[in-house]
């Protein structure tokens, strides 16, 4: 007979399902008290496991009173698990529920079964197994994209397959590497550019001019971009013509989504991150749109994405605070990356969020930041 592993639903359902994956779990009871079957935390974290575990229920858990959390717990213990292999995942629930229901099951080692406690603290990146043996074991990276959305009850509804988009990303590549490597003295014409690709974007046509014969800096990125058939521009003119719809979205803005796709490519493996992606409730419907998220050591990372001169970064800075905390729970973080700089006023308020800026010339220091959030 398989062990069966017993956890409580919960808001922060990764500190279940980590465990239950590194374990491989075979069969697992989720108990669910009124609020958490309200929030569909159960059902969160049954249809995560969906692809894992092949036996899976919620069982009901009523944590109205004292008197109803021990009721619950002996009729718990009643239900076929004398002699049973169990162990009790103690890191959701109320420490009402957690003493009541372990009072009750301590009985299984009298007997032909076993019972053991276990913690995830993902906090620490461990996993601590309470028992007379108590031992402390490191908590593997399991957690996909994936597997993070659907604890968080949400899912992707376009196509975000990195392969597609890599296809797309390294044939401007050098492009974009260099946009990102040179913000600081290309700053103030990254705007005059977006603003031009926003209206041959928009059906403005695909020939647009400049104020002036962009030299310098500027007249650098454009010869580039003219070698790599992007745009075609003419030194000393004001006359730029974008190759196609696909290239002005791509200087309108998309340059800097690509550019962190490059970087996450070189770090992330398929199914660890997502470009562009529109992220769906299920409940509720309510979609946003996420430049980049990824997911790694059981984390995740949102990043919206700016290029052009920011009249409303606090505003951006906020939304991107609330998608993750909604999206990606208290374990993750958010990243604003912009090639224009932001305010202090602004960095104080990300700060407040919990979200991280890269702006101007930090940009050229993003595979650090992914490899330092990689390993925290």
Request: charge should be positive.
């Amino acid at each position: 007979m398989s062990t069966l592993h017993l956890c409580i639903a919960t808001g922060q359902n990764a500190a279940n399902l980590i465990p239950l994956k590194q374990l491989q779990a075979q069969e697992v009871w989720i108990l669910e008290t009124p609020a958490m079957k309200a929030q569909r935390s159960g059902a969160d974290l049954k249809q995560a496991l969906s692809d894992y575990v092949p036996a899976v229920k919620c069982l009901a858990f009523d944590d109205s009173t004292p008197q109803s959390i021990c009721a619950a717990a002996a009729k718990l213990a009643n239900d076929s698990l004398d002699g049973r292999h169990v162990v009790f995942h103690i890191t959701g629930g109320t420490k009402l529920m957690v003493l009541a229901i372990h009072r009750e099951l301590d009985f299984l080692n009298t007997g032909a079964g076993s019972y053991r406690t276990l913690y995830a603290d993902t906090q620490k990146h461990t996993i601590d197994w309470m028992d007379a043996n108590p031992i402390q074991e490191p908590m593997a990276d399991v957690l996909t994209l994936k597997d993070l959305l659907l604890l968080r009850g949400y899912r992707i509804t376009n196509d975000t397959r990195p392969a597609k988009g890599q296809q797309r990303a390294a044939a401007r590549a050098a492009v974009s590497r260099h946009m990102g490597e040179q913000a600081q003295p290309l700053g103030r014409f990254f705007s005059t550019l977006a603003y031009n690709a926003s209206l041959a974007g928009e059906g403005a046509g695909m020939t647009q001019q400049f104020d002036y014969p962009p030299g310098g800096p500027a007249a650098k990125l454009l010869n580039l971009a003219v070698k790599n058939n992007l745009l075609k521009w003419t030194a000393g003119y004001c006359e730029v013509s974008f190759s196609d719809q696909d290239s002005a979205r791509f200087f309108a803005g998309g340059w800097t989504e690509e550019y962190v796709f490059l970087k996450m490519t070189g770090l992330l493996k398929s199914g660890q991150y997502a470009m562009n992606a529109k992220v769906i409730q299920n409940r509720s419907k309510t979609e946003n749109e996420v430049d980049a998220i990824a997911v790694k050591n059981n984390r995740a990372l949102l990043v919206e994405c700016k290029s052009g001169k920011q009249v409303k970064a606090q505003e951006s800075i906020y939304k991107l605070g609330q998608v993750v905390r909604q999206v990606g729970g208290l374990m993750a973080k958010g990243l604003y990356v912009s090639a224009q700089q932001v305010s202090e006023t602004d960095r104080s308020r990300a700060a407040e969020y919990g979200i991280d800026v890269l702006a101007g010339e930090e940009l050229q220091n993003i595979n650090q930041y992914l490899r330092d959030w990689a390993k925290a």
